[in-house]
């Protein structure tokens, strides 16, 4: 009997070829790189990858978007930004990611009509609508489909399908914008970009996968899965070493460990 996942891949095949020609909104996380291959499979030459470059999105997964695309063979197109634009996306108020959206979202409908494709997706799935994400409103303004919520594919069966799929990108793990570390109402600049993001690459070369770096003015905050605490502590001088020359006072472990969405838990209350 066939799995329910193998099925839900089944009907997003089909939704997929029934659009004919496809731009896709592609990060290269395990999300968008799973949607970018199965829209390839379908469609071929018919598809095309396009990624955002923006100083919120690390450098590592830049890179990883271009050698994925080149593994899925699919063509894929960077679109750059003025930064003028992200003036509003600085200020860092709670609509923060619904007015990054609506830049990025435009900018990438504009390309994609250059490219004679009318269709654009992008790969939100199911349990990204138990959050907070005001950036999915931005999607409708755009006519921008997400197939991965239309056939109801969770984060794990992603997971579980790229594995199938022999994706590289099935094990990752899970990504988001560095705007997300800054608490709503602290502005971001370059400068705190380029903080945070060496920080966590300073975490990941101690074999730490999973990482975010949360900015609280002269205090780094530190989320890691509790099975890499001990890493954290063993490392300890090294990490306060690090961070401190890039700016930062005090540097503090979070005993709730990583947990998605953390900075959206205010909201909550």
């Known amino acids: ?26 990060s290269g996380g395990v999300d968008s790189t799973f949607l970018t ?17 923006l100083p919120m999105f690390p450098k590592y997964e830049k890179k990883q978007a271009k050698n994925f695309s080149k593994e ?36 990438i409908k504009e390309t994609a009509e250059k490219h004679n494709i009318k269709n ?40 579980n399908l790229s594995k199938k799929l022999k994706l590289k990108s099935w ?23 380029y903080q945070v993001e060496k920080a966590e690459d300073f975490l990941r070369s101690l074999n730490i996968k999973q990482v975010r770096v949360r900015y609280y003015f002269e205090t780094a905050k530190i989320e890691v899965l509790k099975q890499d605490f001990q890493k954290i502590i063993k490392n300890s001088d090294k990490i306060v070493k690090y961070f401190k020359d890039l700016g930062f006072t005090y540097i503090n472990l979070d005993l709730r460990g990583y947990r998605s969405g953390s900075l959206n838990e205010v909201l909550k209350k």
């Open 37 to 53: 291959k199965v829209a390839y499979d379908v469609l071929k030459d018919n598809a095309i990858a396009f990624t955002v470059v």
């Open 171 to 193: 094990d990752m793990p899970s990504s988001a914008c560095l705007a997300t570390r800054f608490p709503y109402g602290t502005i971001i600049t370059k400068k705190k970009l």
């Open 72 to 107: 899925i063979g699919i063509k894929h197109v960077f679109i750059k930004l003025d930064e003028k634009q992200l003036k509003e996306v600085y200020k860092n108020d709670i609509n923060r990611c619904y007015k990054c959206k609506k830049i990025i979202f435009s900018k």
């Open 1 to 26: 009997m066939e799995n329910t996942s193998d099925y839900k891949l089944k009907k997003l095949k089909k939704l997929l070829k029934e659009m004919g020609s496809l731009a896709i909104a592609y």
């Open 120 to 159: 654009v997706i992008e790969a939100s799935n199911v349990d990204d609508l138990h959050d907070y994400r005001p950036g999915l409103k931005a999607l409708k303004k755009f006519n921008i489909k997400s197939p991965l919520i239309d056939v109801k594919l969770s984060k794990a069966e992603i997971r």
